[in-house]
């Protein structure tokens, strides 16, 4: 199964200064799993740790670009995800798919409090903005979950979580993920504690 690509336009600057279209088409930097039909991703653009280069118009992106499956503090990777289906993924999917996202470490993190709930659970100290841009995918957590659809955005803040496709069709979603300086779910507790916060969206 051939993933649909992302069209892809960038806007830049000429020597006067104009606001100009730099490129317009297929998003070059493209993943697709060998192993689990339907699942891939491209990433558009992403930023390393160094400040925001809006001079010179290197395309960070490229086919042959090596970009991290999670960012690191002060990186940000803009990711259209296809997720398909949970029933056309193997037995072992936790293992093929974190080998295949170098992300054994993350799946380790996020499997702390998850009980094994399910093969997508992992955790990254990131910011993540999701957009779901075609059909439907169920966002868990240690406790708790929530439905999304076209539409609908979520946004995870350095937790457990997995992406559930309880459907019959492909999923795709938006990510922006913004990463953070390391800290653990741990830390995170000790510091609210500390704090004295209860929760809750304030």
């Known amino acids: 199964m051939t993933r649909r690509p992302v069209r892809r336009v960038v ?16 998003a070059p930097n493209s993943f697709e799993s060998p192993s689990i039909p339907g ?8 930023t390393e740790d160094v400040p925001i280069d809006h001079v010179r118009d290197n395309d960070p992106a490229t086919a042959a670009t090596e970009i ?21 993924y193997p037995d072992e999917a936790d293992s093929v798919i974190f080998n295949e996202l170098d992300g054994h470490d993350e799946a380790e993190a996020g499997n702390q409090h998850s009980a094994g709930k399910h093969f997508w ?14 059909g439907e995918i169920t966002l868990l957590v240690d406790e708790g979950e929530a439905t999304l659809r076209a539409g609908d955005v979520a946004i995870q803040r350095a937790t457990s979580h997995a992406w559930s496709n309880r459907t019959d069709k492909t999923a795709r979603v938006l990510f922006v993920l913004i990463g953070t300086p390391p800290q653990s779910a741990a830390e ?13 969206v304030s």
């Open 39 to 46: 699942f891939g991703a491209t990433v558009p653009w992403w």
């Open 68 to 88: 991290p499956s999670f960012p690191g503090p002060g990186e940000t990777i803009f990711r259209i995800a296809d997720f398909p289906p949970d029933s056309v």
């Open 188 to 200: 995170i507790a000790e510091l609210r504690r500390s704090a004295g916060v209860k929760t809750g």
């Open 121 to 134: 659970f992992h955790r990254t100290d990131s910011l993540d903005y999701a957009v779901v841009l075609d």
């Open 11 to 26: 806007t830049g600057h000429n020597d006067s200064g104009e606001a100009i279209i730099l490129s317009d088409g297929p």
